[in-house]
């Protein structure tokens, strides 16, 4: 009945201090469907500490950009960017003091600070309990660390990958499993004003 | 004979088997995910904290998720507020808004969805962290933005003295997860209340369960 998520794998290599080592689950986690370790049933611990990415070329602080911003070299922007990214072959890291105003394209985005504007990641995006996104979020595989801050809506997975979920709904269902007797009869059901105890 | 603790179904012997004290079976999730169950690509809005685990539960069922952090929101709306305050003091012409007032200021830019556009809608515990001047606002505009049969699910704590985050862990199962104390917090709400404030839903339904934790199911 429960299939469960493939773990999610950087389909190219990754700056381990971004993508992986950052995000590892604590030891106590099982292997789990999300990049950060957490699994539907397991326990949250507290989000590990995010270090320092790297990449080919950094925004820093202070620096404030207004315009389109185009390449294929990893970018980590700590500054200030309004208008629009796209770097379509490349990481974009959106670090603790980032501030950007603009919708991002990018093979991987990974957001530690504050993003107004929709993500479009080609592969994933990864959203880090410190960060701040309003916006919209796509991507074939989304991360997101318990305590991150989002408003707006989540497309995972390509139409393609939308369709395949249609046609597996079968397996992947609403329907209720059996009930605890316990908790059924614990539980004090209230219709409209009147009062029952549930059997 | 089987015995009782045999008859558990999965999500409960996974509950049971599990440390994490935060675990419970939920009749409200149950029912609520009971009443989606014949929705294809269905709309959900989620107004809690955002979760990697409820988001996955949703989309691999073909739903299309919002999340909407409304609490996170209100409390910048309300540090704003204060800020904008401070400075119109100095005016001569300065008259504070009434509780009203703020409520409607803050409405004005959230909840800003189109008419019947969610099947669900999750609103977890918000309700205990909100002003009383924006819940019956709130409980309008939700009716407002749901399709016909949709599900609201809501939870109210007897006692509200923490905040919490809350992930769906299967079927009928959510993990309750503290995050620190409430900062402000109006009072534990009682049937009655809940049921008036959610009175233009055709049916509601509450739960209380052993730890007195209130789950409340609405359907419009």
């Known amino acids: ?199 | 004979m089987p015995s009782r603790k045999s008859q558990g179904g999965p999500a409960v012997a996974a509950a049971a088997s599990h440390s994490s004290p935060n675990i419970r079976v939920s009749n409200g999730l149950k029912d609520f995910l009971w009443l989606l169950s014949d929705i294809e690509g269905g709309r959900l809005l989620d107004l809690g904290s955002v979760s990697q685990a409820t988001l996955n539960f949703f989309i691999e069922r073909g739903f299309r998720v919002t999340t909407d952090d409304f609490v996170r929101s209100w409390k910048d709306f309300r540090a704003a507020e204060k800020e904008r305050q401070h400075i119109e003091e100095q005016s001569d012409f300065y008259e504070p808004l009434s509780p009203e007032q703020i409520a409607q200021r803050f409405l004005d830019h959230s909840l800003q969805y189109p008419e019947e556009e969610f099947n669900a809608v999750l609103l977890w515990d918000i309700f205990d962290h909100l002003n009383a001047e924006l819940l019956p606002k709130i409980a309008d505009r939700l009716y407002d933005i749901m399709k016909p049969g949709g599900a609201v699910l809501a939870i109210f704590h007897s006692k509200p003295e923490r905040s919490y985050r809350y992930r769906i862990v299967d079927n009928q199962t959510i993990e309750t997860i503290p995050i620190g104390p409430v900062s402000a917090h109006n009072h534990a709400f009682q049937n009655r209340e809940i049921l008036n404030l959610f009175g233009r839903f055709r049916s509601a339904k509450t739960f209380v369960g052993r730890d007195q934790l209130r789950e409340g199911l609405f359907i419009r």
């Open chain 1, 1 to 199: 009945m429960w299939r469960k998520q493939p773990e999610a794998k950087p389909s190219s290599p990754v700056n381990p201090s971004v993508g992986d080592s950052s995000y590892a689950p604590p030891a106590q986690k099982p292997a789990s469907s999300s990049a950060f370790g957490s699994s539907p049933n397991a326990p949250s611990q507290p989000p590990p500490a995010v270090p320092r990415p790297s990449a080919d070329a950094v925004l820093t602080r202070g620096i404030c950009i207004k315009g389109e911003l185009t390449g294929k070299a990893d970018l980590i922007i700590d500054g200030d960017l309004q208008g629009s990214i796209r770097l379509n072959e490349s990481r974009l890291t959106v670090g603790q003091s980032g501030s950007i105003q603009a919708d991002i394209e990018a093979r991987e985005i990974f957001v530690y600070g504050r993003v107004d504007g929709d993500l479009r990641g080609r592969e994933r995006v990864v959203l880090a309990n410190s960060c701040r996104v309003e916006g919209d979020l796509e991507a074939p595989r989304v991360a997101i660390e318990d305590g991150a801050r989002f408003n707006g809506r989540v497309e995972m997975g390509p139409a393609a990958d939308a369709r395949e979920r249609q046609g597996k709904r079968g397996s992947q269902t609403f329907a209720p499993q059996e009930t605890s007797p316990a908790a059924a009869e614990d539980s004090e059901v209230t219709v409209g004003t009147e009062s029952v105890r549930a059997k």
